[in-house]
């Protein structure tokens, strides 16, 4: 029987084709993981492009729901005093403050409502109501005629009493008579309504932020108020608002009328 002698450089020779077998599969093999982390690597590139175009919308969204008029509307992640503070320094209000009041608030005298709220006085917490012109043609169903609106909204104090004949008369002098006496009969607007047209419930009807741009009148007596700074609701029942009395003129552009007595 004959055996075949291996000579040193047929087994160097098979060595070495082993040996590079090796270092190709090794190459091979991490060309292929270069290849998953670079595809590793395009992936989470996109889905940080797709988080950042989400959030980006979301803030969009954020934005724009602050600046509509009704703050009831705005995005659920923005609370009525986020959104009213912003809308406020957007018209260059910088003088405000904005207080929670316990449940059982409109049940404390004046006194204690003056104090809870660091008021300058009882004459300085002021409530805004809803007014419904009842005798309004029925061309007139919204608040696009300044002069002459389906609703308007009175700034007075709790310590007064409204004087709707007031509004009235100076309604019809404001449309230099033009318009019959007859077609003005300002009356409280039903809850119901108020609500609607505000967006506000009962006890937190704010003239910020409406969800209709209701045209609004401020009694003189508040003008006159020293210091400047009122009190009124700011658009949830437990939630006021206070606010320097100029800067809320500048703003809000009320008619100025005496609608009360004491």
């Known amino acids: 029987m004959m055996t075949l002698a291996v000579t040193p450089s047929t087994h160097f020779s098979q060595m070495f084709n082993k040996c590079s077998q090796r270092f190709n599969w ?27 175009s989400c959030l980006s919308q979301d803030i969009s969204r954020s934005l724009s729901s602050s600046s509509e008029p009704a703050v009831a509307d705005a995005d659920a992640s923005i609370t009525t005093e986020g959104g009213l503070s912003a809308i406020l320094r957007a018209n260059s209000v910088r003088n405000f403050l904005f207080k929670r009041v316990p449940s059982d608030y409109y049940e404390w005298t004046l006194e204690a409502r003056r104090d809870v709220l660091g008021a300058a006085s009882i004459y300085h917490l002021c409530k805004s109501i809803v007014l419904v012109n009842t005798q309004a043609p029925p061309s007139v169903t919204d608040c696009s005629d300044r002069n002459y609106s389906k609703y308007y909204v009175v700034v007075v104090q709790y310590t007064a009493r409204f004087n709707a004949e007031t509004v009235k008369n100076f309604l019809y002098t404001l449309n230099n008579g033009k318009i019959s006496k007859k077609k003005f009969n300002m009356r409280l607007a039903p809850e119901e309504t108020s609500a609607k047209v505000t967006g506000y419930e009962h006890n937190g009807v704010t003239c910020i932020g409406m969800k209709t741009d209701i045209p ?35 703003y809000v552009k009320p008619f100025i009328i005496n609608c009360s007595g004491s």
């Open 26 to 52: 090794k190459v091979q093999k991490m060309d292929a993981l270069a290849e998953l982390e670079r595809i590793q690597t395009r992936l989470l590139h996109r889905i940080l492009d797709l988080e950042l």
């Open 216 to 250: 609004v009148i401020l009694d003189e007596a508040i003008v006159k108020l020293e210091p400047d700074f009122f009190w009124l609701g700011g658009g949830e029942i437990d939630l006021k608002l206070g606010i320097k009395t100029s800067e809320f003129i500048d």
